[in-house]
């Protein structure tokens, strides 16, 4: 009997040692990189659909691969795929969620080194990333994602107009046209938390996401604290790079004071609790990341005017058929609906692929009114 006992307990603690261990690994892949004790250089980035998208060499390559730049990306990102090329071994696994709340278990490794231009980095932890069939994330850039695990390390100047960034590890001046915003980090991340004034309320813990393209994002239960006019929206067609997930959305203007920075802007309160402040925001901004002081300075280069935001938004079922996958809620139209055409044509008559979707839909819906046909045949003008 004891030795039953005994036999149990050991069964018991084996998987929990195991935990410990792996979490041990996945706190120092964390925390174990570093940057070169001297760095100041400009690199250019591309901005791709509001996404920043910079050149990146892996370890001894001589090759620049294409990486999303995150700031709301708990740790970098390397594709399956290159990091099986490069031979990079796998240290841990953990839990990794997208944007969406969507979750699946990854393999962690680590790299040698990572370069953006002259700006290079040693041992960074990157986790291994399959993205999902219905993600955009490669069509913007297929190879990772440059993470807040590597850009908590230095200090960042983001120029939007000239579409340059600075990296350094010293300080990066500013003058009294700025407006500085002290961040916090969640605890062994590097992604910044900020607070901003939405009316008159404070709301706390915003993340400060240069990785999501939208604009502003809290949770449904904020909803009622602003008595405002809304509209609401059943949403499935946003993505984060393991896919979709529908969401129910309510849509109210309101102000907002980001430093001495008041505008107005609509605000997307999300059932699926995102709280998030995005480029469509943010890119009206020169930026400062200073990780040395954990601010956030802050230049207005333009009036912040955010894109239009559809009510109706189709995606592609397949060469013949679309589907609906926003709409506004008490619509004729449901989420998920069959459509034979959109003004007349079919998705293969428009589209080849994913991604040529991805960056044409703007087109499809830019028209005053869009026409579709029902799978019965039934036509409605939107």
Same mark, same amino acid.
């Given at each position: 009997?004891?030795?039953?006992? #005994?036999?149990?307990?050991?069964?018991?603690?084996?998987?929990?040692?195991?935990?410990?261990?792996?979490?041990?690994?996945?706190?120092?892949l964390l925390v174990s990189g570093?940057?070169?004790?001297?760095?100041?250089?400009h690199v250019p980035f591309t901005?791709?659909?509001?996404?920043?998208?910079? $050149? #990146?060499?892996?370890?001894?390559?001589?090759?620049?691969?294409?990486?999303?730049?995150?700031?709301?990306?708990?740790?970098?990102?390397?594709?399956?795929?290159?990091?099986?090329? !490069?031979?990079?071994?796998?240290?841990? %696994?953990?839990?990794?969620?997208?944007?969406?709340?969507?979750?699946?278990?990854?393999?962690?490794?680590?790299?040698?080194?990572?370069? +953006?231009?002259?700006?290079?980095?040693?041992?960074?932890?990157? =986790?291994?990333?399959?993205?999902?069939?219905?993600?955009?994330?490669?069509?913007?850039?297929? $190879?990772?994602?440059?993470?807040?695990?590597?850009?908590?390390?230095?200090?960042?100047? &983001?120029?939007?107009?000239?579409?340059?960034?600075?990296? %350094?590890?010293?300080?990066? @001046?500013?003058? *009294?046209?700025?407006?500085?915003?002290? &961040?916090?980090?969640?605890?062994?991340?590097?992604?910044?938390?900020?607070?901003?004034?939405?009316?008159?309320?404070?709301?706390?813990?915003?993340?400060?996401?240069?990785?999501?393209? =939208?604009?502003?994002?809290?949770?449904?239960?904020?909803?009622?604290?602003?008595?405002?006019?809304?509209?609401?929206?059943?949403?499935?067609? %946003?993505?984060?790079?393991?896919?979709?997930?529908?969401?129910?959305?309510?849509?109210?203007?309101?102000?907002?004071t980001l430093g001495k920075n008041? &505008?107005?802007?609509?605000?997307?309160?999300?059932?699926?609790?995102?709280?998030?402040?995005?480029?469509?925001?943010?890119?009206?901004?020169?930026? #400062?990341?200073?990780?040395?002081?954990?601010? +956030?300075?802050?230049?207005?280069?333009?009036?912040?005017?955010?894109?239009?935001?559809?009510?109706?938004?189709?995606?592609?079922?397949?060469? /013949?058929?679309?589907?609906?996958?926003?709409? /506004?809620?008490?619509?004729?139209?449901?989420?998920?609906?069959?459509? *034979?055409?959109? @003004?007349?044509?079919?998705?293969?008559?428009? !589209?080849?692929?994913?991604? /040529?979707?991805?960056?044409?839909?703007?087109?499809?819906?830019?028209?005053?009114?869009?026409?579709?046909?029902?799978?019965?045949?039934?036509? +409605?003008?939107?």
């Amino acid at each position: 009997m004891i030795k039953r006992v #005994v036999i149990n307990l050991m069964c018991i603690s084996l998987p929990i040692i195991i935990a410990s261990c792996n979490y041990a690994k996945n706190v120092n892949l964390l925390v174990s990189g570093s940057a070169s004790k001297k760095m100041d250089c400009h690199v250019p980035f591309t901005y791709k659909k509001g996404i920043i998208v910079v $050149n #990146v060499k892996l370890n001894s390559d001589s090759e620049a691969r294409e990486f999303i730049f995150d700031t709301g990306a708990f740790n970098s990102k390397v594709e399956k795929s290159l990091s099986d090329f !490069f031979g990079l071994e796998t240290k841990a %696994t953990k839990e990794n969620s997208d944007s969406n709340g969507n979750t699946r278990l990854i393999e962690v490794v680590s790299v040698d080194s990572l370069s +953006i231009g002259d700006a290079t980095f040693y041992n960074i932890g990157a =986790g291994e990333v399959e993205y999902g069939e219905k993600s955009f994330s490669p069509c913007i850039a297929k $190879n990772g994602i440059i993470g807040a695990n590597l850009i908590k390390l230095v200090n960042w100047h &983001f120029d939007f107009e000239s579409q340059q960034i600075r990296i %350094t590890t010293g300080p990066i @001046n500013i003058d *009294q046209n700025w407006t500085s915003i002290e &961040f916090d980090r969640p605890m062994l991340s590097g992604t910044p938390l900020i607070d901003i004034k939405i009316g008159d309320e404070i709301i706390e813990d915003m993340l400060f996401d240069l990785g999501y393209n =939208g604009g502003l994002i809290l949770p449904s239960k904020f909803s009622n604290m602003f008595d405002t006019e809304s509209r609401k929206l059943i949403d499935q067609a %946003t993505t984060g790079i393991y896919g979709s997930r529908i969401d129910t959305v309510e849509v109210k203007e309101l102000p907002v004071t980001l430093g001495k920075n008041t &505008f107005k802007v609509p605000i997307h309160f999300s059932a699926n609790g995102k709280m998030l402040l995005g480029t469509d925001v943010l890119e009206h901004f020169d930026i #400062v990341i200073d990780n040395d002081e954990n601010i +956030i300075n802050l230049k207005l280069r333009s009036e912040v005017q955010c894109k239009p935001d559809p009510t109706f938004i189709p995606g592609i079922l397949n060469d /013949e058929y679309w589907i609906v996958n926003r709409v /506004e809620v008490n619509s004729t139209l449901q989420l998920g609906d069959t459509l *034979q055409s959109i @003004n007349g044509m079919k998705p293969k008559d428009l !589209f080849q692929n994913h991604c /040529e979707y991805f960056f044409g839909l703007d087109k499809l819906l830019s028209s005053d009114s869009v026409v579709v046909q029902t799978l019965s045949n039934k036509t +409605i003008s939107l």
